[in-house]
């Protein structure tokens, strides 16, 4: 017997979705590597405190994990990225507590490779021809972090690596050729956005594993090149926007040409070190990920026809592609399912599901299935978000009421919001609150055009809210905008009275929804700190709680419940609704 939903006003709906439960079921996959049949992958775990696991899939299908309290994260440039790699079967990562290079041997615990000190490591790369790692380093001097590509290897006079390239710019994304005779690597200066302007460099690796001849391979002060990659036979591919979108290019020793020239972005040229979105299936076949309309499309290429076949794929985000076993791993998340890892057999087209990210006690009709948004900017420019609508089995919302809208901006490093399952965003959408992830101008996956800033930020938020509105989608004098410093920066100036928040308004230049002159009423929220109006204590942070990153977690959603609830005058429900299942 089919239930009859009550009627309650947005935000105050019971939801199945604690704070506790959104917390516990949120896991991330980052990056993924792949050796000899056996496959390896990181998964942050917000129920672990955030810690970042290794997991290791044997050929014989076992699955084992690096035990707490180890965690694999590289802190370079801040985001990190490249925290794994297998050399000669043994895996090194980067660890999150110390940022020492360690070695893990089979049935062993890990042994640093690296000395302690002011120093961090990331994108790690395996160098057997010289039986070493290859990794960017920062070491902290005179209360700066200096770059430099170094060669960690069994030298006792060099504990921190011995430096391969330094010259004061930022070094990413190192790529060694198969046959170890020549390196690749990205480089921009320390003020620049790489996204704005990059070069792709190489050079020549001695037989002393040392480099000479550098070179340029790609660059202008209008092009972002990244994620270079060789190919079996030692050609070098790489992604640069020269035609205005991150497309696949190959160099063939002494110029570059095309191998897509979609007005899509096959990818991200900024950070963190190590993501990948094409991998090679072998020397004649690529796979490889493009972004249309927000969503991710998983393309075969054949690498002399340059012929282009799409492949099945149920996934609305890829961050990471990797060969492996004759197929390809792939990291990958869907909008009405959490994310997996998954293992793509190309003659079969089949997935095999490695892992699974934790799944949500809610109903298949309270699952908020993003709706792309596409609204008019100025100079005929189209802005772009994504929009997350109230969904409950028990609730309906009173006739011509339309819902609070919490505006969610990504920061600036992680580049752009994506579609995806999100156990944080249901804990809002099932209590009856519309979500929406704003894809600013200055985000990727739109074209080099999109990623330079808006000169008028807050009219773009203004159009945002004001388009929802028209469309019944939001209640425009109900508005939470909850973002990073970096980001909300681009829209409002931060608070600097500590407190965490900020009240504003955004002036309807180009005419409200209705007939009458109004303001659009913000509220500004940073997720480090919820202290307002002297009725919801601060939470403090991650450090200050003895119990861990998790409970923090947990105490910033159930704080910015209640301060959401009194800001827009939502009496909240006093329990949560038992999950069904």
Known sequence: MSRVPSVAPFGTWQSPISAHLAVERTVHFVEAESDAGHIYWIEERAQEDGRAVVMHESPDGSVHELPPPWSARSSVYGQGGGAITIHQGILYFVAAHDQRIYRVSPGLSPVPVTAEGPVRFGGLVSDPHHNRLIAVREVLTGGRWRCALVSIDSDPSQPWGRPLLEGGKRLSRVALSPDGTTIAWIQWPESQDPRSSSALMKAAVGDDGGLSNPMVVSHTEEESVGQPLWSPDN???????????????????????????????????????????????NAERLIAAYWLDGRAKLVSIDRKSREMSHLPSPFSAIFHLKAANQGVLVLAAQDQVPGTVSWLNISSQRYRTVRRAP??????????????VTFPLDNRQLG????????????????????????RLHPRSQGRSDVRFLPEVHFWTTRGFAVVDFNYRGSTGYGRAYRIPSANPMHDLGALIRFLARHHKADCERVILHGFEEAAALIMKPSTSGRGFRTGSIMAEDGPPTDAACDLPMLWITPNAIQTLGAVPDVGTPTEHLNGRAQWQQRVLESQLRLYAQVLGIRLPLTVRHPRH
């Open 384 to 407: 772009h978000a994504f929009y997350y609508p109230p969904r409950s089995a028990d609730y309906i919302p009173p006739e011509g009421e339309d819902p609070p809208v919490i505006v």
């Open 359 to 372: 799944v949500l006690p809610v109903d298949e009709g309270e699952i908020a299935v993003a709706e792309p």
């Open 235 to 281: 050609h070098l591919f790489f992604l640069s926007d020269k035609n205005g979108w991150w497309n696949l290019y190959e160099w063939d020793g002494g110029m570059s040409r095309p191998v897509t020239a979609l007005h899509s972005d096959f990818g991200d040229a900024g950070l963190p070190l190590a993501q990948q979105t094409y991998t090679f299936l």
